[in-house]
């Protein structure tokens, strides 16, 4: 019981401190807890196909389907956050400015909150997928499984409140910097996720390695410790990474942070007038 | 627009095809889940080639067959078999092991050939 627990409470506990990082990103922005909501099941409602055409999926594109499938899902992702973020970076200013001054939430339009949703769902059906395989197999077994069962619930509800507590703690960043540390914490998010994407796209056979395992820190901090992997969901850590995989990390990181910056400054020079401040809006160019 | 996405979506599609023909020929080795442990747990393989391993589940239940050494991550559903393509490596020791399953752990071992 306690192994299955553990074995769900991974699982879930990656799409959790995804989705609650977002959850706080996109602070202040009005009904974003119906979208997320919808995103949720949405991507329970994909993780059930997914596991349910598991074997199908398994033997398609000559044994790569799986990889093909999971480099999508990653890269929608990585779409999706870095337009959440570049969004962000032009409107987070006068997000916090009408939040400090109206304190409630501010409406913006359904843009971002599309982002949002894809995101959730995409970190739900890729995480979830695994969880129903895994829970559902047990169940099939028959009542000697209980307890494995049991276990698998007790780490759903476990990672979800490590989510909801990790939410709550990034509520205690003073309004001020709230959105440049969610920012920042997206930013790299989404550079792990694009080099995890390599990983699958040269599992596929698409693209070249470009050095496997360029180097080893596997002896300072392995992956596959509570901390490693921790550090692989929310910042990319890999221990042995290809040169592929820091590809995609650095252009990710470099590419998406030179676009907020850009958007940002653009923003800021639009928001200088008081007439701007005051409405909040910024015009597009 | 439109005519380049016309030209581009055949050209991804023969791309496809080209690569998963260049993966047919890789050399396959036979890895093994029989309950709930991987046989054999050292699993040889040629150095600089790229080979296939067919991750075989003789388990009712699934697994995952995961490396962190290797990036590689794939569900093997019960009472089925899964290829994962894997290298070309340099030679060495690679870990794996099955996310579903703690307990179950291996090694690829990549060994020189005599022509290298």
């Known amino acids: 019981m306690f192994a299955a627990a553990i074995i769900v409470f991974r699982e879930v506990l990656e799409a959790a401190l995804i989705i609650s990082i977002v959850l706080g990103a996109s602070r202040g922005i009005a009904a974003r807890g119906r979208w997320v909501a919808a995103g949720v099941a949405a991507g329970i409602a994909g993780a059930s196909i997914v596991a349910a055409s598991a074997g199908v999926i398994a033997q398609s594109f000559s044994s790569t389907g799986q990889p093909l499938l999971d480099a999508t899902i990653l890269l929608i992702a990585v779409a999706m956050l870095s337009w959440h973020n570049i969004w962000m970076a032009s409107h987070g200013r006068s997000l916090a400015a009408e939040m400090k001054a109206l304190g409630n939430d501010v409406k913006t339009g359904n843009r971002p909150l599309t982002a949002l949703m894809v995101i959730t769902m995409m970190a739900v059906m890729r995480e979830g997928s695994e969880v129903v395989l895994f829970l559902w197999a047990i169940a099939a077994d028959g009542a000697t499984r209980l307890g494995m069962l049991t276990g698998g619930f007790v780490g759903l509800l476990a990672g979800s409140l490590a989510g909801v507590l990790l939410y709550r703690g990034l509520l205690f960043i003073p309004v001020r910097h709230f959105f440049s540390v969610t920012s920042w914490l997206i930013l790299l998010l989404t550079a792990g996720l694009a080099s995890e994407a390599a990983g699958f796209l040269n599992q596929a056979g698409l693209l070249p390695a470009l050095g496997q395992g360029l180097w080893n820190s596997s002896a300072i901090l392995s992956q596959e410790s509570a901390a490693g992997r921790l550090l692989h969901v929310l910042i990319g850590y890999t221990a042995r990474p290809s040169g592929l995989q820091l590809l995609f990390y650095f252009v990710t990181l470099f590419g998406v942070y030179a676009l907020m910056r850009q958007v940002g400054r653009t923003a800021r020079y639009a928001q200088s007038g008081p007439a701007a401040k005051a409405a909040g809006a910024i015009p597009q160019r | ?116």
């Open chain 2, 1 to 116: 627009m439109k005519w380049s996405y016309m030209r581009a979506l055949p050209l991804a599609f023969i791309g496809l095809a080209v690569c998963h023909s260049a993966l047919a020929d890789a050399p396959k080795v036979l890895l093994s889940i029989r309950h709930r442990h991987f046989v054999p747990q050292q699993l040889q393989v040629p150095a600089k080639t790229r080979v296939e391993v067919l991750v075989k589940n003789e388990d009712s239940i699934p697994a995952e067959f995961e490396s962190a050494d290797l990036s590689r991550e794939v569900v093997v559903p019960g009472k089925s078999t899964v290829s994962v393509y894997v290298g070309p490596l340099s030679a060495g020791r690679y870990r794996f092991f099955n996310d579903f399953n703690p307990a179950a752990k291996g090694w690829v071992v990549s060994v020189p050939q005599r022509s290298d």
